[in-house]
Structures are given as structure tokens and as C-alpha cells.
């Protein structure tokens, strides 16, 4: 058995899946990966990636709630250690006992959660969550450098993500975003002159903030709220009660903030023409 297969066993053992990627590539070598979030690889493909030690592997964060954080740099990694061992017991504890990677410049951080994490790219930092993947040991980097185990441990549990992440870093982030969403152009169902009137009526009898009666004041005329388009434990979104829009930090639905009107759509998963026609009957 090779290292990759040895590493492929490893975390089969640990119910998380892994993927075959390709030679010094960080793209899958299936034709799609995503069936592997929601299946463990069996014997016989396991088997068949790894016969010879000519791959990647990747590990696919979100099994067992599994969670990788995937700092860009070694100088983003040790900024992560000052605030862990000054900061927070339970990072500070990861840090001394759960799974650490070299990667090609920087450091993966492997640990599990009690509660289910939500994915965040962060500056200097990629948190990984939720059916997204990343390299691991003994992959081979474009560049040619080696992934290599820094700290061979398993994995260790803790309560939350928040837990590990520096609460300024979250906050910059969001910051930057909630920038962004206001900059940006809201999305906009193109309809002929004859449907404007129905379109600025929903817009004035809707209002944003009706969707999100838990609203949190974050600044201005900006909230926080829970996500509705996907399962958010803790507020990843926000809305703006004056330009009367919607975004998600984790840009679960895209990039673009969301009016009344496509909110809607995507919380009922239908069209933006459906829900104009639905919205507009009982007015």
C-alpha cells in the first residue's frame, strides 16, 4: 500500500471522503466530485485511484462535520498562533493536539465541530466547511513543492468554528463585503414597460427587513441575518434596510445582492417572473 492509499485509509477510517486529484494539479481527476460529499469512496475505487503514488488526494471537509482551515501563508499562520495562545483556550488546545499539514506555502489545520461550520474566505485564509476540498499529504503542489504532515494526530472535536477564528477577522471581512453589496448592481428581472407598475408596487408593500424579523443592527443601516438559502447556524448574511437589499456572505447563491423580489425567488426556487406573479396577487 502507497502513502496515497495509506492516507486514503486513514481518514475512510475517520468516515471522511477523499478524492483522487490530478499529478502536481489541485483538480479532481473524477469526472465530478461532488457525489463524494454526500458517499464515502468504497474499496474498489479506492483501489483504483490510488494504484500508484502518480496522484494527489484530496480531503473533502464537511464529513463528520470535519473542518480545515487553510492559511495561505506561513506568515497568516503564526499571526492565527499569537491570537490562539492569547486568546482562545480551545484553539490553543487544537493547535497542541489535532492534525497540522504543510501545504506548498502555508499550513492546513485539520479539527471537527459539534456544530455544523459554515465556509468563509477570509483574508489570508480559506475556512473549509461545508463540500469543499483540499490538498493533503503526500500530494504533490504545482510549483512541485510536497505537502507533508507537520502534526500527525487525529483530529480533535470542539463546539463551534467561532471558536477558531479571531472575531476582527470575521468582522473585516464581513465589512468588506457589506462594501461590496452596496457598490454592486442588484440583479434585475428584464420586463417590458407593461410590467413596471406591478413590479414597483411589490417593492413598496415588501420590505427587506420583513423577511428577517431577528435582524441584528451591525452599523449604519446594515443588519446581520441568518441565511435562508442555506443551513446558518450562526448570522452569515445581510441586509440593507435603506437600498432594501439582501447578500450572503458565503455567497452560497452568488455574488450579486439580492432586492425583495429575487430573495423570494430563491427562497421558494422559482423564477424571478414566478415570484412577481405570485407576490403581486394578494396586493
Given amino acids: 500500500m502507497n502513502k496515497l492509499e495509506e492516507t486514503a485509509r486513514y481518514w475512510q477510517g475517520q468516515g471522511v471522503a477523499t478524492i483522487p486529484i490530478h499529478w502536481k494539479s489541485k483538480s479532481p481527476e473524477v469526472k465530478t466530485w461532488t457525489p463524494y460529499t454526500g458517499r ?36 497568516k499562520y503564526t499571526s492565527w498562533i499569537y491570537w490562539a495562545e492569547h486568546n482562545s483556550t480551545v484553539a490553543a488546545t487544537v493547535l497542541l493536539t489535532s492534525r497540522i499539514v504543510m501545504s506548498a506555502r502555508g499550513v492546513h489545520l485539520y479539527f471537527y465541530t459539534r456544530e455544523r461550520g459554515r465556509n468563509m474566505k477570509l483574508e489570508g485564509v480559506d475556512v473549509l466547511c461545508d463540500r469543499k476540498y483540499a490538498l493533503t499529504a503526500p500530494s ?25 477564528i479571531p472575531p476582527e477577522w470575521i468582522q473585516q471581512e464581513e465589512t468588506k463585503l457589506l462594501q461590496q453589496a452596496a457598490e454592486a448592481p442588484i440583479r434585475k428581472t428584464e420586463w417590458s414597460a407593461d410590467y413596471l407598475g406591478p413590479i414597483e408596487k411589490i417593492k413598496q408593500h415588501y420590505r427587506i427587513e420583513d423577511f428577517f424579523p431577528d435582524a441584528i443592527p451591525s452599523g449604519g443601516n446594515w443588519y446581520k441575518v441568518s441565511c435562508p438559502l442555506h443551513e446558518d447556524r450562526h448570522p452569515s448574511a445581510g441586509i440593507n434596510i435603506e437600498q432594501q437589499i439582501f447578500t450572503c456572505f458565503t455567497h452560497c447563491y452568488g455574488r450579486k445582492p439580492l432586492d425583495v423580489i429575487g430573495l423570494y425567488a430563491k427562497m421558494h426556487g422559482i423564477s424571478e417572473n414566478d415570484a412577481i406573479r405570485e407576490m403581486i396577487k394578494p396586493l
Fill in 40 to 75: 464515502l469512496p468504497n474499496d474498489e475505487e479506492l483501489d483504483r485511484w490510488y494504484i500508484t503514488d502518480h496522484h494527489n488526494i484530496g480531503v473533502v471537509a464537511g464529513w463528520q462535520n470535519l473542518c480545515i482551515l487553510d492559511f495561505d501563508t506561513v506568515d
Fill in 140 to 164: 504533490i503542489h504545482p510549483s512541485g513543492v510536497s505537502y507533508s504532515v507537520l502534526q500527525d494526530n487525529t483530529p480533535v472535536r470542539i463546539q463551534s468554528i467561532d471558536q477558531m
